[in-house]
């Protein structure tokens, strides 16, 4: 799968399950504070982004991920 | 210090009668049914099939979906009711309230929606599939909290569930608050989603609910021979309570006065009332103290009025109890008729309901009655609403677990 398949991707679970709207939602947009994704919301993401893409993610991985495109970039690596 | 003594000066609902204050006078005033055939879900294989739901309310539209999803239905009832009441008392709500403004809020069951979900999430996917948003959805003090967080309440905070006393204990307690001088201005409510697949079902085998299948408007008939059970109901109803002084200060209007306040407990059984409403009595003479009045000038009583066997004779009981021969030419009436029973959310909407009519001079009506029992035997104000100067109303809010509290409101 290409990088922009799984922005695609991604952009679609942000939509779709967490009722982000669709023009924030960019490579550059940050989790937190543009998307305003709060520490629960972290938890909801790794829980759709491991439905989605069938994968595990471990807390440890995620401590570098700041915008969408370093979430797309950690997903793409591990599939 | 002084005493403070307590006004209305804001009221906001979200109820099976309407989406604001206005539509839902003027729809008890009418006498209109608010229940119907469940829409929710499939209610189809239940023994109950009707309740008192909230119509045309879109979530998504009103909060915007991202913040929706986070709230139980229960607390999105809540920030909406919450907010027509902060308009109406003239607070900017793009502002936050502050430390100076309390809150205190009534439910029953909380988010037993999102309880159930989560559970059956764990047992379909296991522990590491429940969503992060169980807790802080299912807790009781869920609205408080998300209802304090959207309009910045800073002061103290109370959640009470004494099941369907629960917001007219809110009422009472905040009024506490306001006259010991620790906050001025307190945002009080109620709010109710429990209409579930599993709560019908649990209620309806305690024998609690109405099975009146075939006509749902007719099934909660509060006083009359045929009444069977209660109706469940959802909904949220908000009043913003304020010293005097601070409401003059700010020239707000006024609704009223909460006059009196009595809260006490059966000790007795965890459903059935205590016989004769001993327990209840002992409420509703406490709160005509408290108000320093005597029954007489007592004009108008908002029943609890459940439509259960037990609670309405009871009830009848306990008002014969107190007003002895003025029981007979007392104005009372049950509300629930219409709305059904909003359960946490009864005593707020019940409140809203009694503070109208001292403002209007009008008593809405008990509607479905027409074959009263002969143990119910007093002025229920049958099926039609009627004129009279109100200066005094008490309405009575009665929970299971031997819960009771009684406020009484006055127009000077």
Known sequence: MEVNEVFEKVKGLFEEELGIESEKITMEAKLEEDLDIDSLGIVEVVMAFEDEFEIRIDEEELEEVVTVGQAVNLLHSKL | ?412
């Open chain 2, 1 to 412: 210090m002084t005493k403070q003594r307590v006004v209305v000066t804001g009221l906001g609902t979200i109820n099976p009668l309407g989406n604001n204050v206005d539509t839902t006078w003027n729809n008890l005033i009418n006498g209109v049914s608010g229940v119907d055939y469940i829409t929710l879900f499939d209610a189809s294989d239940l023994p109950v099939t009707f309740a008192g739901e909230v119509k045309d309310f879109d979530p998504n539209d009103y909060m915007g979906k991202q913040n929706a999803r986070k709230l139980d239905r229960s607390g999105q009832l809540s920030i909406y009711a919450a907010e027509e009441a902060l308009r109406d008392a003239e607070f900017d709500i793009n502002q936050p309230l502050g430390k100076e403004f309390g809150i205190v809020f009534g439910t029953g069951i909380g988010g037993i929606g999102a309880t159930e979900d989560a559970v059956r999430i764990y047992d379909e996917r296991g522990s590491n599939r429940i969503s992060p948003l169980a807790i802080t959805q299912l807790m009781p003090n869920s609205s408080t909290g998300q209802v304090a967080i959207k309009y910045g309440i800073q002061g103290p905070s109370l959640t009470i569930t004494t099941a369907c006393a629960a917001s007219a204990n809110a009422i009472g307690e905040a009024k506490r608050m306001i006259e010991q001088n620790i906050v001025d201005k307190v945002l009080v409510g109620g709010t109710e989603s429990g209409t579930t697949s599993m709560t019908i079902g649990a209620f309806a085998q305690i024998k609690a609910l109405s099975k009146q299948n075939e006509e749902p408007q007719k099934a909660c008939k509060p006083f009359d021979k045929n009444r069977d059970g209660f109706v469940m109901a959802e909904g949220s109803t908000v009043l913003i309570l304020e010293s005097e002084k601070s409401a003059n200060e700010r020239n707000a209007k006024i609704y009223g006065f909460v006059e009196g306040y009595g809260s006490s407990t059966d000790a007795y059984h965890i459903t059935a009332p205590s016989e004769g409403g001993i327990g209840a009595l002992r409420a509703m003479e406490q709160a005509i103290t408290n108000a320093d009045i005597n029954v007489e000038e007592i004009d108008y009583i908002n029943a609890h009025g459940t439509s259960t066997i037990a609670n309405d004779v009871n009830e009848t009981l306990a008002i014969k109890s107190l007003m002895k021969d003025f029981a007979y030419k007392i104005n009372i009436s049950s509300t629930k008729s219409m709305t059904g029973h909003l359960l946490g959310g009864g005593g707020a909407f019940e409140a809203m309901a009694s503070l109208l009519s001292l403002k209007d001079n009008q008593i809405p009506p008990t509607i479905n009655l027409n074959d009263p029992d002969e143990e119910c035997d007093l002025n229920y104000t049958a099926n039609n609403s009627i004129e009279k100067n109100i200066e005094y109303v008490m309405s009575n809010s009665f929970g299971f677990g031997g819960h009771n509290a009684v406020l009484v409101f006055s127009k000077q």
